[in-house]
């Protein structure tokens, strides 16, 4: 069995040719297609130089954006793919405009100028359609690896929305922290069973044998924490797929020790962002990596995706530096066998031109880890 | 007879528009002026609708202070500013104050924040951190002990509540202290607080009020009612009212209307609470108030939230 497979996990900035059409956006667009080796590249070029584009030209675009970004990391080596989320906008807004019983009812600031929509359930909620299942199946159809599709997760749906619904019954009661626990539980759970696992149930039925279920809100309330397994447990209830959970810059030892009741395959994290530069294989090089022992301690059969690429930064991490991230991991957890190579996070604020050089080191500092344990 | 008014108790929620003006203004597409024209139309519209709703002191709008930190933390010396920071635990975040030495007041700090020429004479409240929740929420790189340090943040903005003092008449300054009540604190960690809130405290007329949220008032009585201050508030998101009323504050502001949630509140549900604390406690003073800052609400519920403090307000007659 090969040793440190790796894979991406979710988004990728918009391919060079979604943004306004100049000479240089084409050129950027043929020097990225040539590269990739991207089919069908004249007809993308034709369109883009055409000038004024019709609807249906700009939904091919986001076709050949999705096609670029699946060939980007297959180029790079990766051996589990997707499409960098080129159709998407982003994770919560997107999925909750397919669901009955949600209003958006306006910006909130998250910090400074960064803002979301937030919405409110007000009522149980419907599903109107799954809400991946189009993207999937064009991914499939394109891709030459294995795919994994990212979905937000039933928790963080709920913490990240107002509301109006579950929290009716229990307004009488005098102790606020119980009323406001029962009416989560509630939601979260009827979140997952009617909108997250019939999303999951339609992808798996189209094909889908690799599932990431992301939730950076899990470890914001850490007495959650266990609410959160449940609902995960029941958004693929029955779902014969790799399930990865993604959970990104939070304090991972909040998720133990009731991640062992999660009945997934995978926990993808993000370290790199925490670790020093420094290469080697001592505990203060690798200080990004503590949380490993937890994995052991705790879940050891569960396979660990520690983030060895930092997204949040134009350094382009050597492969020798992913080498001893991977075999320190490997190391400290006890079994090789149950690491995956991949990025802290989705890739979307790094330039193509960086992203690419940091897959191909994670590809190759990946096959120089494997070389280790050989 | 008790004497019911309401209050907002932190910053207000920033339109969409008003967040793009900032965004606009970061990338450098918007004048620092025009920016701050925008923010005066909206703190004026803030400060109009809390007169017409009654409340006894008001807030100009707070719109900006990106966090409840950064206005100090960028300007106090011995302080810097890092990267973000969970804001408890909501889906907001603030940057973290970096403590890298003696902490002191090298000028002025909220000169550029506040807009205290909106408001009437006397009725402006101002909002700050208490030292606990500053310090604590910090990352002390300085060496030197936090003890110390709490009193280092209560001097210098002692020096600063001074200096306003001379040029406006505030009608109330509340301290916001969430990290006295997230966790259950040590007593004795509480006491040293209390002596360095008297300090930041000291010389201030205005009424003098703590605000605890985020987390369960019990966990911080009945120390906290040993503070100077003349007002103590609670999150009633978190505290449940009929343990708060086994206590007795003379002075009470109740933080019933939730400020996370959009779901407004039946009048008369928020009554009949109110009701059972009165029918356990007689205090002097009740303030009715959002649990929590309403900046997590989109501005269109915020506004229906303070609409409603003024709806309770004329039910059980009171208001300004």
Request: aromatic fraction near 10%.
């Amino acid at each position: 069995m090969r040793l440190f497979p790796t894979q991406e996990v979710g988004s990728l900035s918009r391919a060079p040719f979604l943004k306004k059409i100049t000479p240089s956006v084409i050129e950027e667009t043929k020097r990225w297609g040539e590269k990739l080796n991207v089919e069908e590249l004249d007809r993308l070029l034709s369109i883009l130089k055409k000038g004024k584009m019709t609807s249906e030209d700009e939904a091919i675009l986001y076709d050949y954006a999705s096609l670029f970004a699946i060939r980007f990391f297959e180029s790079a080596g990766l051996d589990v793919v997707w499409d960098g989320e080129q159709k998407r906008v982003e994770m919560y807004e997107h999925p909750l405009k397919y669901v009955e019983g949600v209003k958006f009812l306006g910006v909130v600031k998250v910090w400074d100028a960064e803002f979301y929509r937030k919405a409110s359930f007000t009522d149980s909620p419907i599903l109107v359609r799954p809400y991946h299942l189009e993207e999937f199946l064009f991914v499939k159809s394109k891709a030459r690896r294995e795919v994994k599709i990212p979905l937000t997760g039933a928790y963080t749906l709920a913490d990240w929305s107002f509301d109006e619904y579950y929290i009716r019954k229990y307004l009488d009661l005098d102790d606020p922290v119980q009323a406001r626990l029962k009416a989560k539980e509630e939601m979260v759970l009827d979140i997952a069973r009617k909108i997250i696992r019939p999303n999951i149930v339609s992808l798996v039925e189209a094909g889908a044998r690799r599932i990431q279920i992301d939730e950076p809100a899990v470890t914001s309330k850490p007495w959650e924490v266990p609410l959160m397994v449940e609902a995960l447990n029941e958004s693929i209830k029955g779902v014969n797929a790799i399930v990865t959970l993604h959970v990104c810059y939070s304090d991972y030892t909040k998720l133990f020790p009731y991640i062992a009741d999660a009945k997934i395959n995978q926990v993808s994290i993000e370290c790199a962002n925490r670790d020093s530069r420094e290469p080697g294989l001592s505990d203060e090089a690798r200080v990004g990596y503590g949380v490993v022992e937890y994995f052991r301690e705790y879940a050891r059969w569960l396979e660990v995706a520690p983030g060895v690429i930092d997204v949040h930064t134009d350094f382009v991490e050597p492969s020798e530096l992913v080498r001893d991230r991977l075999v320190y991991v490997a190391k400290r957890h006890g079994d090789e066998s149950k690491i995956i190579a991949c990025n802290d996070c989705g890739l979307r604020t790094r330039s193509w031109d960086i992203a690419y050089m940091k897959e191909k080191n994670l590809v190759k500092g990946a096959m120089m880890a494997e070389e280790f344990f050989k | 007879m008790v004497e019911v008014y309401g209050l907002l108790v932190g910053a207000y929620s920033r339109s969409e528009y008003l967040i793009k003006s900032f965004r606009e203004f970061f990338k450098k597409k918007l004048e620092r002026d025009e920016l701050r024209k925008r923010v005066l139309e909206e703190a004026r519209r803030i400060v109009e609708l809390q007169v017409e709703a009654g409340l006894r002191y008001v807030i100009d709008g707070m719109l900006e202070w990106h966090d409840l930190l950064r206005p100090i933390a960028e300007n106090l010396a011995g302080v810097e500013v890092d990267g973000l920071a969970r804001w408890f635990d909501n889906n907001a975040f603030y940057k973290k104050p970096i403590i890298t030495g003696r902490i002191y007041r090298k000028g002025g700090i909220l000169s550029e924040y506040v807009y205290p020429g909106l408001v009437s004479p006397g009725r402006w409240k101002l909002v700050l951190p208490d030292p606990y929740t500053f310090i604590s929420l910090s990352e002390n790189r300085s060496g030197l002990k936090n003890d110390d340090l709490l009193f280092q943040y209560a001097e210098a903005l002692n020096s600063e509540l001074l200096e306003l003092q001379k040029k406006y008449t505030l009608g109330q300054v509340q301290l916001s202290a969430p990290s006295l009540v997230w966790r259950r604190l040590d007593k004795d960690v509480l006491e040293v607080v209390g002596e360095a809130v008297a300090e930041m405290l000291k010389g201030v007329v205005a009424e003098k009020m703590l605000y605890v949220y985020f987390g369960d008032g019990l966990n911080a009585l009945p120390t906290i009612l040993d503070y100077e201050v003349d007002v103590v508030g609670f999150d009633l998101t978190y505290t449940n009212i009929i343990l708060l009323a086994e206590y007795d504050v003379e002075r009470i502001a109740l933080g019933i209307i939730d400020g996370r949630n959009s779901l407004r509140e039946d009048a008369e549900v928020v009554i009949k609470k109110i009701d059972k604390y009165l029918d356990k406690r007689e205090p002097e003073t009740l303030y009715v108030t959002p649990s929590c800052e309403l900046e997590f609400l989109p501005v269109d519920i915020a506004d229906e939230k303070v609409k409603l403090i003024s709806e309770i307000l004329g039910r059980i007659g009171g208001g300004e």
